[in-house]
């Protein structure tokens, strides 16, 4: 499956190097989250052996002229990247925001207000975040809570990508 990524110049030169990469804690800005994400992997992807953190991907190719995209006037590199689709956890880039939040990912208004009325109680948000791979479930909520499910960003994880499933790269000086 064709995916793509977006690394620092410099990641992509150790990539080279050593012929594969993979995600460091010293990276994740949310180490709760990406430990509950890492746990989730090794549960869905067959042989998945996870010794560091995820490597994210995306379906659809970044726009390398994106302010938010890279730091500014920093060398970056977007890889295109063909990754065996059994290799990758998709997920939607909002819904994953509301775990970055310690939120619970809920089906509409009145199970939020459910969930506020109770104090949000910590062991039942998170047994909603595995909605996060329910895509079909997530599609049938409620628009006017939701939003168009068709129109979200998906995002994925893999464990580690290697020098052989670089097809192209592209390089760009970050626009912060």
């Excluded at 998170?126 to 049938?140: G, M, N, S, V």
Aim: with cysteine; net charge positive.
């Amino acid at each position: 499956m064709i995916v793509y990524t977006v690394k620092p110049e410099k990641l992509y030169k150790k990539m080279r190097e050593q012929g594969y990469l993979e995600g460091h804690k010293d990276f994740a800005m949310f180490p709760e989250a990406y430990k509950w994400i890492i746990e989730q992997m090794k549960k869905r992807i067959t042989h998945c052996a996870m010794e560091n953190y995820p490597i994210w991907l995306w379906q659809r190719r970044p726009n390398r002229n994106e302010k938010a995209l890279a730091r500014k006037e920093e060398r970056w590199v977007i890889l295109k990247l063909d990754i065996p689709e059994d290799r990758i956890l998709w997920s939607s880039f909002d819904e994953w925001h509301v775990i970055l939040n310690n939120s619970p990912i809920t089906y509409d208004e009145n199970e939020w207000d459910d969930f506020k009325k109770r104090g949000f109680p910590q062991k039942e948000v998170i047994q909603t975040w595995e909605r996060l791979f329910d895509h079909q479930w997530l599609a049938k909520r409620p628009l006017d809570w939701a939003g168009d499910y068709d129109k979200h960003w998906l995002q994925g994880v893999t464990p580690q990508i290697t020098m052989e499933q670089v097809k192209k790269v592209w390089r760009f000086i970050g626009k912060g």
